[in-house]
Structures are given as structure tokens and as C-alpha cells.
T-cell receptor
Framework: ETGVTQTPRHLVMGMTNKKSLKCEQHLGHNAMYWYKQSAKKPLELMFVYNFKEQTENNSVPSRFSPECPNSSHLFLHLHTLQPEDSALYLC??????????????FGNGTRLTVT | TQLLEQSPQFLSIQEGENLTVYCNSSSVFSSLQWYRQEPGEGPVLLVTVVTGGEVKKLKRLTFQFGDARKDSSLHITAAQPGDTGLYLCAGVTGGSYIPTFGRGTSLIVHP
């Protein structure tokens, strides 16, 4: 399998549930990202990991907790979410984060609905 | 925080028509990327432009980076239904490696 794989593709959860999103990249990249995509809004950067170290936390609420055990895997742990957290959550990776034109490779996202 | 404005927000056209979408900012970018996102999928990179005034072609798609590296355009010739999708531009400033995205242009090409 190649590219960036996200699971699950769809997730419905109640506000009191705990769930996790998983991302795996098979590209040998060094940086991994979580983005949130909501209707009529630009892609919002949430977290960045560079060589397994978190380098960006874009003022994300603590109900979202990332984990990067190695450079190929990235998780987003969710707990006590709010309905406004419903969105498409996209994972991405890039080859060399030190290069300004290193493009992002995205997974197909997890469509999250919080009820 | 730089702001990328994309226009138009929505575009619905017939197969065979030409179109241009725009990406504008007051910030100077070291590079600018264009992505296309189809329904149910993640964005896929189309092109990266780096040099002011640069023009790149990808089959029927022509990308231009403004001379001042603050804006870009995407022109599609003879659009086809397969061109349907959300077109996103993303700019990278010299001090960061993380692209900032615009809201995108949603294009529908009717057969």
C-alpha cells in the first residue's frame, strides 16, 4: 500500500465518547500533520510533527490530543468533543520540512460527526 | 497570519468552456502550491510555483505566479467533467515550511 492512509473513513461519536483517528504514511517522509476542514473555511492546521517531535500546536483545544510514536504513524485522540468539532480531519505528510516548497501529501480524511 | 483570498468561491460551467480562478494575498510567498480535492478524497498537489512571473502548464491547466509573488492564477482550457473539484491554493512564506491555505474555489463542470 502506498501514500497516506487514514482510518476510519467515517466516525460518529457522542460528546462523552473517546475515540482515536489513525494515520499511516508509506512515503518515507519526515513530517506529519493534522488539518481540520470545515465547510466554507480554509484548511486549519492543528498539529505538526517533525521527526516525531511536535513542532506546532495551533491553539487546539485539549480535547484533541495528538500522538506520533514514529515518523510513519500519527494518531489524534478525541474525548468530550462538541458538535462544532464535526468536520473532515485530514492527515498529511511531507518529505523535507526544511524546504519551503516541500509539498503535502494528504490522506482521504476521516469524516467526523459529533452528536 | 497571511490571508489567501480565492475567487470565485463557486463556479458552475458547461463542458468545453474556459475558466480562470484566482489566489490573492498581501503577503509575499517563497512558493505557492495548487491542489485539487475531489469529493470524498484528500487534496492532491497539482503544481508548485516558486519564481515570480513563472508559468507552468499541466495539460489543459496553466498556472501563473505573480511577478511580486503575492498572487497566482489557474486557467483551465476546454474544461471537462473530470476537472470538477475544489481547487485550493496554499502559500509558503520564507520563515516557515508550513503552507497556509485559502478557502478554495469549488468548480463543477457539467457534461
Amino acid at each position: 500500500e502506498t501514500g497516506v492512509t487514514q482510518t476510519p473513513r467515517h466516525l460518529v461519536m457522542g460528546m462523552t465518547n473517546k475515540k482515536s483517528l489513525k494515520c499511516e504514511q508509506h512515503l518515507g517522509h519526515n513530517a506529519m500533520y493534522w488539518y481540520k476542514q470545515s465547510a466554507k473555511k480554509p484548511l486549519e492546521l492543528m498539529f505538526v510533527y517533525n521527526f516525531k517531535e511536535q513542532t506546532e500546536n495551533n491553539s487546539v483545544p485539549s480535547r484533541f490530543s495528538p500522538e506520533c510514536p514514529n515518523s510513519s504513524h500519527l494518531f489524534l485522540h478525541l474525548h468530550t468533543l462538541q458538535p462544532e468539532d464535526s468536520a473532515l480531519y485530514l492527515c498529511a505528510s511531507s518529505q523535507d520540512p526544511g524546504r519551503t516548497n516541500s509539498p503535502l501529501h494528504f490522506g482521504n480524511g476521516t469524516r467526523l460527526t459529533v452528536t | 497570519t497571511q490571508l489567501l483570498e480565492q475567487s470565485p468561491q463557486f463556479l458552475s460551467i458547461q463542458e468545453g468552456e474556459n475558466l480562470t480562478v484566482y489566489c490573492n494575498s498581501s503577503s509575499v510567498f517563497s512558493s505557492l502550491q495548487w491542489y485539487r480535492q475531489e469529493p470524498g478524497e484528500g487534496p492532491v498537489l497539482l503544481v508548485t510555483v516558486v519564481t515570480g512571473g513563472e508559468v507552468k502548464k499541466l495539460k489543459r491547466l496553466t498556472f501563473q505566479f505573480g511577478d511580486a509573488r503575492k498572487d497566482s492564477s489557474l486557467h483551465i482550457t476546454a474544461a471537462q467533467p473530470g476537472d470538477t473539484g475544489l481547487y485550493l491554493c496554499a502559500g509558503v512564506t520564507g520563515g516557515s515550511y508550513i503552507p497556509t491555505f485559502g478557502r478554495g474555489t469549488s468548480l463543477i463542470v457539467h457534461p
